[in-house]
């Protein structure tokens, strides 16, 4: 199957923050408690409902359907951020929904899901990547929402780019973590519209960064993965139409390690009292790194669905795995 997605218009995208709204909010935009180098701006995402950006997205392409599609259920495959995002909408839309999660998914996010009223199954995590690239799963019903490669879901994450141009307008520099690229790209589709001149970069894990090896190559390339607690992200290879929307929208790529990603989270912790999960820390982690240019960044903290252990290890200045 060869896909490939448009880049929303300002009207698309204008359209489904009006569908959005009442479910997901308007989430802050707040600057760093930080003197040492460029100015830093933090979306923070992790305010929403479900404590992630997802919910933009799911809820977009939920209802945008005619009712008669979603009547007899939804499901989606997840990490965890997505899960609760198709659960928390099904619950709004009153549809049923069943979340497939990777048996590395944290308890935190799947706890959430059943609590929003999804039916929760684990899978192998090979098996559950599989339903990525095969766009469905044998086992499922109903009407599956694509995490990421999904027209109406990156128009949904496009509203969160709406909102930082809306509310700084001036930014160089916009930086997102990089997971399978509906975020990433949603932002890059509405600077297209409102600020060209405004940089794009996807914030990468080192245990699975495969945008920037491919963007390098010039074609989707296969890299080492691990999981790590930077779990809303990192993967082994891109969807080639993401990639294909990557190279189109002139999103950039930067990797960071580990250590710069909990250095980063126990810096949001210290001086703005956010506590952000791992993958949404490799945003800031990108920024502090002096390798992401412009004088005003935009860090986007995408989630804060963090398991206690996680945290607790993180706040003892340890880096865990």
């Known amino acids: 199957m060869t896909l490939s997605w448009t880049t929303p218009t300002l009207d698309e995208i204008r359209a489904a923050q009006q569908r959005i709204a009442g479910v997901a909010i308007r989430t802050p935009l707040v600057r760093l408690d930080w003197d040492e180098g460029p100015e830093i701006w933090l979306k923070l995402e992790l305010l929403q409902p479900i404590r992630s950006f997802k919910l933009r997205g799911a809820f977009n392409a939920m209802a945008s359907l005619d009712r008669s599609v979603i009547e007899a259920g939804v499901w989606t495959g997840s990490a965890g951020n997505m899960a609760q995002a198709v659960a928390y909408a099904a619950r709004a839309l009153d549809v049923p ?31 559950w990547m599989n339903i990525f690239r095969e766009r469905g ?57 409102l600020s060209p001149k405004t940089a794009v970069y996807a914030s990468e894990i080192e245990t699975g960064a495969p945008l920037g090896p491919s963007l390098a190559a010039g074609t989707p390339t296969d890299v080492p993965f691990r999981p790590s607690f930077a779990d809303g992200i990192g993967d082994s290879d891109v969807e080639p139409e993401m990639f294909e929307l990557a190279q189109r929208l002139d999103i950039r790529s930067h990797i960071v390690t580990l250590d710069e990603t909990a250095n980063a989270a126990r810096l949001l912790i210290s001086r703005n009292a956010i506590v952000p999960e791992g993958a949404a820390a490799t945003s800031l982690a990108a920024a502090l790194s002096g390798k992401v240019p412009g004088d005003r960044i935009v860090c986007v903290i995408s989630g804060g669905n963090i398991d206690p252990a996680t945290l607790t290890t993180i706040l003892a200045g340890d880096t865990p795995g």
């Open 97 to 127: 929904c069943t979340v497939y999660v990777p048996d590395t998914a944290p308890r935190t996010k799947i706890n959430h899901s059943i609590r929003y009223g999804a039916r929760v199954v684990e899978l192998p995590i090979q098996e």
């Open 137 to 193: 799963y044998e086992k499922a019903s109903g009407y599956f929402v694509h995490p990421f490669s999904d027209q109406a879901v990156i128009t949904g994450q496009a509203v969160c780019g709406l909102e930082i141009l809306e509310d700084l307008p001036d930014v160089d520099t916009i930086v997102a973590p990089y997971g399978g690229g509906g975020l990433c790209s949603g932002i890059a589709s509405a600077r297209t519209h």
